[in-house]
């Protein structure tokens, strides 16, 4: 890892807190001026399974995780027992002294081979086969043991509030935990306290105990004495910085591109967005967003706003019966005039195959956030995969026009949000925003997000019936784009349906009619391919004029991009092509940008190099090595930069595949 990087693990069972307890680190780490990235994994049940969260911290920019930790902060035996291993030499761990003679077999949330796996390394040690003996491994190592009573800290809160229900109390060790991390580390307390402001805002007795209970655990680090190498130095830039999670990125971004309707049915990861902006369906408005809602919040006077002040915009989020639903339900608000949006992820995008070839056929500009799992069925359902590529591309039966555009990390997702719906309105068709759980549930610093790239473009929408001689809304047009216009308005009439039809609308299986009308919608897809600006269909990072090239698409980004500043520091001149435009394929111009390289390498988090395959079945090129990874855990740059190196050595197997991760 970097020098200036400090990682940062808590763990513990579902339901006990270790997300608040990584989000008031990493927040206080914020309020340092530091850059944070964070990374939560988490089982597929509500309670009781073991999740944890690291938090990367540095003054430098992170772009993702690692596979090591400085600190590991525990408050009961499963954590220490999974992560003490990956703790580094001079790392620590602060554990709770009580758990110390539980015995690995009776943990009953370990999985077979992570027993198995503990009992022979224990073995051959010859240390017993409980918590003590994993920490004596580790400290034989040279990681630092750090006990700390947890329960002797709550019994003395109890004290100060003994009317306090004593399930309340014991939450505290959460915040506990990471105030005893930073006083290890040497960071001021001030921050701490501000990162518990912020998250208890507007809960005064819930912010006043748990600060008291962060300056106990903080001072009775302080009293023992305790020498750790690892210190954690606030920042000194004046840059705004804000702390968001992929669903919030994308809400935001949805919000400010004008989405007015957005539809879902829960499932794991992108449930969270629906929530997110239930929670904040008015909203003040931007001048963007005027633009994008003009006829929408008051079409009877397009000039007038509908809200009293002239500011105030809102959404509707619509929870569904079924992801059927919620397909056809973004589909009728879209043809309303809406900007409109469903989220889901692959089981609830298996049942919306129909709908979204409705509203391919009846050329609807309805957009579709999809949050890759870990698949088959339902897979595994809370974590990480990018196996859902050639299925967003190819949904349904027959043949219509999509776009697919991918985000590989948190500011892309921003402004990608707004911009599928310009793409959408603007080609009039399904755009498929292909996400994942990495992107979803990672947390980042990044700096405030500029309003101004934010443009919005309706495409051919009339607010009025364009003549009194009738209109027809799937009119032969040079383009394929037809002039479009809202359901309701006075003095217009067309049809939809979800068989072959005229231009006005009716079903009609004359085969002319079929040539012309599928020709009209495909040729659109030339059109994106000539109009789209290369930025947004991929980036090139690393050595511009490197002969060693990477493809990858997606969250494994911050990996590559990390892996790469090493590979310059050592003299690898490598450029990296990230794919963002995933359908339409710019096959040409990815084809002149990958056939000069002397070496390729393509980059996954699937079982069969599925972008790799499509783009070598459109360009003829041909990808020397695949690394990819399935195992639902997202690459660390770590574990990137490892098959990179042995790569460039020369010693490498054609298929590389990943395997590290909890």
Known sequence: MKRSDFAWVVGGPQGSGVDSAANLFAKAAAFGRLHVFGKREYYSNIMGEHSYFQVRVSENPVYSHGDMMHLLASFEAETAIRHSWDVLPDGGILYDPKVVDTNIERV??????????????????????????VLKAAEADGVCLFPFPYDDLVEELKREYPDTDAKVLKRMVNTMSVAASLRLVAFPFEFLEKSIQDVFKGKTKAMKMNIQAAQMAYDFVSEQGWDFSCHLTPGTTDEKRIYVNGNQAVSLGKILGGCTFQSYYPI??????????????????????????KWVRNPGNPGKSASPNGRMGSLLVLQTEDE????????GAALAGARAATATSGPGFCLMAEGLGWAGNSEVPVVVTLYQRGGPSTGLPTRHEQGDLLFAIFAGHGEFPRIVLSSGDLEEAFYDSALVFNLAEKYQMPVIHLLDKALANSNQTLPYYDLSRVRIERGALLNEAPSA??????????????????????????????????PEGHISED??????????????????????????KFHILGDPDGDIVILSWGTPKGAIREALEVLREEGHRVKFVQSR?????????????????????????????????????????????????????????????????????????????????H
């Not at 001689?469 to 349906?497: A, D, K, M, V």
């Not at 085969?511 to 947004?536: A, F, G, Q, T, Y």
């Open 268 to 293: 794991t990861p992108a449930s969270d967005e629906s929530v997110f902006l239930e929670e904040h369906e008015n909203f003040p408005l931007t001048g963007v967003q005027e633009e994008a809602l």
């Open 511 to 536: 085969p002319e009619n079929r040539d012309r009308m599928m020709e009209k919608r495909m040729k659109k897809l030339d059109l994106v391919l000539k109009e789209i600006p290369s930025k947004d």
């Open 108 to 133: 009953p949330a370990l999985e077979p081979e992570v027993r198995t796996h503990l009992f022979k390394r224990l073995n051959a040690m010859s240390l017993p086969l409980t918590v003590e003996g």
């Open 324 to 331: 059927i639903a919620a397909i056809a339900a973004a589909t």
């Open 581 to 661: 435009l995933l359908w339409p394929l710019p096959a040409q111009e990815l084809k002149e940008v990958l056939e000069p390289a002397r070496l390729r390498i393509a980059i996954e988090q699937n079982y069969s190099g599925q972008f790799a395959g499509l783009v070598s079945q459109h360009t003829g090129l041909r990808f020397d090595h695949l690394i990819v990874k399935y195992n639902g855990r997202p690459m660390s740059f770590n574990e990137v930069l490892d098959a990179l190196r042995h790569i460039l050595s020369g010693k490498s197997s054609k298929k590389v595949v990943l395997r590290r991760g």
């Open 469 to 502: 001689n009738g209109y027809q809304r799937f009119q032969f047009t040079e383009s394929g784009i037809s002039p479009r216009i809202r359901l309701g308005t006075p003095g217009c009439i067309f049809y939809n349906t979800g068989d072959e039809h005229t």
